[in-house]
């Protein structure tokens, strides 16, 4: 399982963005490009059609495969109650011969896209991965040398933690906690609902880019 | 020190009212600008004060909420006023008085000779000379005026940078809207328009990433142009192009309105592409199969009737370490993969299971009827492959159905050599173990419509001793595909179906299928099931 919440910020904010990011955090960010290749699966396998998306991070010279399945959200009244969107995932590192695996079982090929940007892994109060990452879709099959952002100007902001059942309360109650700190330049919500930018971004990020400019004494 | 020299300032004070009449008393005017009363009052509602802060952090702390920082910020920086008004207030007048401490407890011992002393520590003394030296140094021998000229200039050009600090950083606050500690200025708001624009892009991207929209390519345009990028070089597999959905949605909308009780269809129609993958050959009516097995039997493969024909197939390489080689005829989507897999069978063997195929497929489709027979067909072709590849099969034989008659143990050899796929292999190669024992009955696993027979027809009678009863060839062990469904199968055999054993696995769900394979039920029981042996024919 997993919490999950996500939000957007402006590209010309993503610096500031960072630099809060890295003072919160305290570890160093680390570089991202990842091709996502989500696979639905024909009806054959099964009565209700599955989804599965197979990761391939780019940043490394040998670039490594992950297949992850995203299960259902969490329903009911204590789904209402946290901030956070709690879901079943299922990850694993796999060989490269995965997508082959998943096209002869019988999977297609549903939609790809590259996300590039930047994350930070800390623990606070649950292990929370905050990713900053710019989504681009590629025109042509697999073209990921050719990819343009869906939304040029806007970046998606992804904030992850995993979770178990009995466990979840806590890492909700922690990553909407660290989620407060970045309240001057974004707001965070569940996946599917919308925020809409801050209006204070502007004024938080160019304090945070600020050099200071003070006169020397 | 603060509190205790107020304090004690204080006591003093208050004995020294107290005996007032009778002792010199205090000058009026310093009493008035002691006020006393107001000092008390004052002091009383600040300890009241602090206690209220201290009991919000308790409670804080009990209920394990997070507190309101700024409030708390706020009273607290109230609080730190009053008493530096008050302190200050007492500082004023101090002076007119010194210490007399009348109680000494284990608060005040260590404070009241500091306090009490008129002259500095010997430490504290030292310090103080080693400072002034410092400060005076170079005008020692000067004059005092001059020294105190020169202190004051210092004193000014401190108070000058101090200044201009200040102003820099209230320009600097000014100008980023920090605000003052009331809060924030007014936020600056987006304007309609821009607003309505973030708006609309961020629904964009936030389906893009979770649900994949405007991300999809029309399936004409999903051919592989391009040379693919590094990683994914070696990852596609060879012959890709028809991988993905002519148009994902609408694929899954053409299935969805397909009842529920399809799916056994669905994997019974997927088990009988799979057949079509793995068996030796399908012939769908017996009078077409007579003519497609003369013509096999016409040309054999060469050393088919020998054991190293069955280690040949199995020690064909896997169709993704095959080299494409030329296309057979019928072309279709989703028929590379198989093509792949036929490749190592000679041209005409191709061509005739390509052919019976197809020929098997229509029979099917027509028997099923509702389906997409397309799709489905395609879709089983990979998953029969998949299931039969690298299966531990036992010994078993896949009959071609022809007839009874048409069989003899040579030419059966000969006809699954010809006929099984790789996927097969694994299934010869337990054949060649026990040539005798091989002889599957025909199990058609369609639902056709043909009516079905409820008896199992047999390709050898007679011919093998062993196994001259329908039963117990039924029960031979070549029936156990391994994953077997235990539900029983499809077991039927027909004359005109021909189907594997793979068939019956798949059955399981066949037999909710139609009214067709009612008369099955009998046979299904004693269909050999993958995963059990069939005990007893009950025919």
Known sequence: ?217 | MKWGSGECGEAEERRMEGEGEGQERLNQAVQQQLNLKQVKSRAESLSKAISRILEDFDVYALTNTTPKWQDILGQYSMVNLELFNIVDDMKKVSKAFIVHPKNVNAENASILPVMLSSKLLPEMETDDTSKRDQLLQGMQNLPIATQIDKLKARLDMIAAACEGAEKVLADTRKAYCFGTRQGPAIAPTLDKGQAAKIHEQENLLRAAVNAGDALRIPGDQRQITTTPPMHLADALPVNEAAQSFPDGSNLFMKNTPMPSNMGGQNSLLQTSGAQLLGRSAASPSAATSTTTFDNTTASPIPYANSPRSSTHMMNTPSPQQQTPQQQQQQPSVQQQQQRQKLMQLPQQQQQQLLAQQQQYRQSAMQGLGQLHGQHQMQFSQPLGHQQFQGRQLPSGHVQHGIGQSQLNQGNQMTRLSQFSGPANSALFSAAQTTPNTQMIPNISGTLSSQSLLPRVQFGLSGNNPQRSHASQMLSDQMFNMGGGNPGGMMPIQQQQQHGSQAFGSMASNAQNLQSGMVTLQNTQQNHPNFSQQRQQNPQ
């Open chain 1, 1 to 217: 399982m997993e919490c999950v919440v996500q939000g957007i910020i402006e590209t010309q904010h993503v610096e500031a963005l960072e630099i809060l990011l890295q003072g919160l955090c305290g570890v160093q960010r680390e570089r991202l490009m990842i091709h996502e290749i989500c696979l639905k699966s024909g009806p054959h396998l099964g009565t209700v059609a599955s989804e599965v998306r197979l990761l391939c991070d780019l940043e490394q010279s040998e670039p490594s495969w992950t297949v992850r399945h995203i299960g259902g959200a969490m329903r009911g009244a204590g789904a209402d109650q946290v901030s956070v969107l709690v879901r079943s995932m299922v990850e694993s590192k796999t060989s490269k011969n995965a997508l082959r695996l998943f096209y002869a079982l019988g999977y297609k090929l549903d939609h790809e896209l590259l996300k590039v940007g930047f994350s930070f892994n800390f623990y606070r109060g649950a292990q929370i991965t905050v990713t900053v990452a710019s989504i681009n879709k590629m025109l042509k099959l697999h073209a990921t040398d050719e990819a343009v952002p869906v939304t040029p100007g806007i970046q998606l902001v992804e904030v992850t933690a995993p979770a178990t059942s009995e466990t979840y309360t806590e890492v909700a109650s922690a990553m909407s906690s660290f989620c407060e700190y970045l309240a001057p330049l974004l707001h965070l919500s569940k996946p599917g609902v919308s925020t809409g930018v801050v209006p204070t971004a502007a004024a938080a990020a160019a304090s945070l880019m600020s050099d200071g400019g003070g006169t020397t004494l």
